[in-house]
């Protein structure tokens, strides 16, 4: 018995030594080994105090500490939202799985890390991913999304939440009363999560002055916020805007000229709709209430509703294209793309004429297009094979192995080339081809060979 007692006393020391017990705001945690040797995954991390009850549209607080060590094992709950059904083009192409549980209680974010270097000073550069749709739909671990590859090429991912919808960007008059604006709450929990990465990635071995922030679609326009808010434009060492629109684009992006009263007014309507005319009843209310309020407006008649960030004069002061003329966007370097098959002004001329900008500003900015028709077959008919919006997500994170496209070996050496770039950004601030203004205007394309 005595000759067993070292062997097992060095074999939980080693153990103890890959998966160590890590301090971050909040309390402990220890992650999980990943799919990927040599990676560690930490699974629903929380980065905020559940915005609940009395925190229902207020600005993300600080995370509610917790006993003991929190074993990152299971994804957090989502946003609210209706998901994407089956039958429908996003539906089969990401979703056919079905949505995760939805709750309000969301704010939780992932790392993937190579595991050498967790609890080390590593230093290593990190890359803080925002999941786009359209400010409505979309978490942080879609089948598209992980870690596994960027981990195992030196690279620190980390996936979030947010507020999403009437949840996430609702303004109203009594909010604004309250707090001083109102209505981009989803925003600030993208900024306290980048504001958490800050503070404790090192425990992780990522060096916090060498985050890169990118996304894609709303994701990307996200990242155009964060690049001109005052709240984040000096925590981040690069962005990466993938279909997010370039300059001269109205999108989803904040809009000139008009005032947080349009925004109050709005939302006021949306909620006396739904039977909620004060802020404590809209508090007291139901989170099902609350998601049932837009559409309901919708079937009355009153129009369309996609909430979304605006300049609220706090964390937005002015538009993408004033910050960039004027000099108050980020002084970082920009990777910025599309592709081929993209939702109109999401690429081509405004990405264009945003390098040309940024280029004459001598200011570094690397632009790219994905020309990939992706493959389709006999049991999906109805399916795009183009290289549609959001086709590029299995080949950046390097999961097309869980997609039903019959995928051929020049994809994947197609998606080995995307994430070596995608991370070489995230390294180095290039992703090995020449800036825009080299040599007159140069676009990088992505397809296979």
């Known amino acids: 018995m005595k000759r067993l007692i070292l062997p097992l006393l060095l074999l939980a020391a080693s153990c103890t030594q890959q998966n160590p017990v890590l301090t971050v705001e909040g309390g402990k945690v220890q992650g999980i080994p990943s799919e990927a040797p040599g990676v560690t995954v930490f699974k629903g991390i929380p980065y905020a105090a ?7 549209w ?30 429908t083009f996003y539906g089969d192409e990401f979703y056919w799985q079905g949505t995760p549980d939805c709750n309000e209680d969301c704010l939780y974010l992932n790392v993937w890390a190579p595991t050498k270097s967790l609890g080390k000073k590593a230093g290593l550069p990190v890359a803080l991913w925002i999941h786009g749709g359209a400010y409505m739909n979309g ?36 909010l604004t009363a309250e707090q001083g604006q109102s209505g981009n709450y989803g925003l600030l929990d993208q900024i306290a999560a980048l504001q958490w990465v800050r503070d404790n990635i090192a425990a992780f071995g990522g060096d916090p002055s060498r985050i890169t922030v990118f996304g894609q679609s709303a994701g990307a326009m996200s990242v155009k ?36 009263s349009f925004y109050d007014a709005q939302g006021k309507d949306i909620m006396d709709n739904a039977g909620l005319p004060t802020l404590a009843d809209m508090r007291a209310a139901s989170a099902q209430e609350i998601f049932d309020a837009s559409g309901k407006y919708m079937a009355a008649g009153k129009g369309f509703v996609m909430l979304s960030p605006h300049n609220d004069g706090y964390s937005l002061t002015e538009t993408f294209d004033e910050a960039l003329y004027d000099g108050s966007i980020a002084q970082v370097p920009v990777m910025i793309g599309y592709n081929k098959d ?11 004429r945003f390098c040309a900008v940024r280029d004459s500003l001598g200011c570094p900015v690397y632009e790219y297009e994905f020309l990939r028709d992706l493959p389709t077959d ?20 390097g ?51």
């Open 50 to 56: 559940a915005p609940v009850g009395d925190l229902r």
């Open 58 to 87: 207020k600005a993300p607080q600080s995370v509610t500490p917790w006993e003991g060590v929190r074993t990152c094992d299971t994804f957090g709950p989502i946003a609210w939202q209706a998901g994407n059904a089956p039958g």
């Open 139 to 174: 978490y942080g671990y879609e089948v598209t999304m992980d870690g596994d590859q960027w981990a195992q090429r030196d690279v620190i991912l980390v996936t979030i939440n947010y507020r999403l919808g009437t949840f996430g960007f609702l303004s109203h008059p009594e």
């Open 225 to 260: 916020t964060l690049l001109i808010s005052p709240l984040s434009r000096d925590l981040m060492a690069g962005a990466i805007i993938q279909s997010g629109g370039g300059l001269g684009t109205r999108g989803l992006a904040p809009a000139q000229g008009i005032p947080q």
């Open 342 to 352: 993209d939702m109109g002004i999401l690429g081509g001329a405004s990405v264009d």
């Open 378 to 397: 006999e049991a999906h008919p109805a399916s795009a094979s183009g290289a549609f919006h959001s086709a590029e997500l299995w080949y950046m994170f």
């Open 399 to 449: 999961t097309l192995g869980r997609s039903w496209r019959p995928f051929t070996e020049a994809d994947y050496a197609l998606s080995s080339r995307m994430l070596d770039a995608w991370t070489d950004f995230c390294k180095f601030g290039n992703p090995g081809w020449p800036a825009y203004g080299h040599d007159g205007p140069f676009k990088e394309t992505f397809n296979i060979e």
